[in-house]
């Protein structure tokens, strides 16, 4: 059985009072996880679905970044897992491994996955990287509605603009095109799509 584990940690975390992020960082956390840590201040360690971990990628990240000048970093792992600790982050297995692996060779990229299917990761770590570099210019409001769009998929944009308390709908259209999210959204749906016939 294939499990998703991430690794993670904050950008620019000190630039701001725990206070204002860590709640918001656990809600995220909490919306795909069952089972995360969080820890040295920053860090963090979750277990998601298999089925919609893309999703959860970008979700944390678009809650972060509603967060004037923060941003997130995850590597992604997808493998077996050997044992299970009451604290994922004591837990054992590839999916551990793998998380750490890509987390470790990040660089400037602020997301990479690895599994052990390479094809899959090729070609998710191209098209996400090309996401990313979408994601990493939201403002705070493309953030906020991003995220938005992501917890009530099913939500018309009006249902969306009460929740977001803009006054007009079209204010969500136009923020999500901005943001490109509805090319990301293509990207990450593909690429979840051939995990799932792989998995």
């Given at each position: 059985?294939?499990?998703?584990?991430?690794?993670?940690?904050?950008?620019?975390?000190?630039?701001?009072?725990?206070?204002t992020?860590?709640?918001?960082?656990?809600e995220?956390?909490?919306?795909?996880?069952?089972?995360?840590?969080?820890?040295?201040?920053?860090?963090?360690?979750?277990?998601?679905?298999?089925?919609?971990?893309?999703?959860?990628?970008?979700?944390?990240?678009?809650?972060?970044?509603?967060?004037?000048?923060?941003?997130v970093?995850?590597?992604?792992?997808?493998?077996g897992?050997?044992?299970?600790?009451?604290?994922?982050?004591?837990?054992?297995?590839?999916?551990?491994?793998?998380?750490?692996?890509?987390f470790?060779?990040l660089?400037?990229?602020?997301?990479?996955?690895?599994?052990?299917?390479?094809?899959?990761?090729?070609?998710?770590?191209?098209?996400?990287?090309?996401?990313?570099?979408?994601?990493n210019k939201?403002?705070v409001?493309?953030?906020?509605?991003?995220?938005?769009?992501?917890?009530?998929p099913?939500?018309?944009?009006?249902?969306?603009?009460?929740?977001?308390?803009?006054k007009?709908?079209?204010?969500?259209?136009?923020?999500?095109?901005?943001?490109?999210w509805?090319?990301?959204?293509k990207?990450?749906d593909?690429?979840?799509?051939?995990?799932?016939?792989?998995?």
């Amino acid at each position: 059985m294939m499990h998703v584990i991430i690794i993670g940690d904050l950008v620019n975390s000190r630039s701001l009072h725990s206070s204002t992020w860590l709640n918001v960082l656990e809600e995220a956390l909490t919306k795909y996880s069952k089972k995360f840590d969080i820890f040295r201040g920053d860090s963090f360690q979750a277990e998601l679905q298999l089925e919609n971990c893309l999703d959860a990628i970008y979700y944390i990240k678009s809650r972060i970044k509603s967060l004037d000048n923060l941003d997130v970093r995850i590597g992604l792992g997808i493998g077996g897992i050997d044992y299970v600790d009451n604290y994922i982050k004591k837990s054992t297995g590839e999916a551990f491994i793998y998380s750490g692996e890509a987390f470790d060779h990040l660089n400037k990229d602020l997301f990479a996955a690895k599994s052990a299917f390479p094809e899959w990761d090729n070609v998710t770590n191209t098209m996400m990287s090309l996401g990313m570099e979408l994601a990493n210019k939201w403002t705070v409001n493309m953030a906020e509605t991003v995220a938005v769009a992501i917890e009530y998929p099913n939500y018309n944009q009006k249902e969306l603009a009460k929740i977001l308390k803009r006054k007009y709908q079209s204010q969500i259209s136009t923020e999500l095109g901005k943001a490109n999210w509805w090319k990301i959204k293509k990207a990450i749906d593909y690429c979840q799509i051939e995990l799932m016939k792989i998995c």
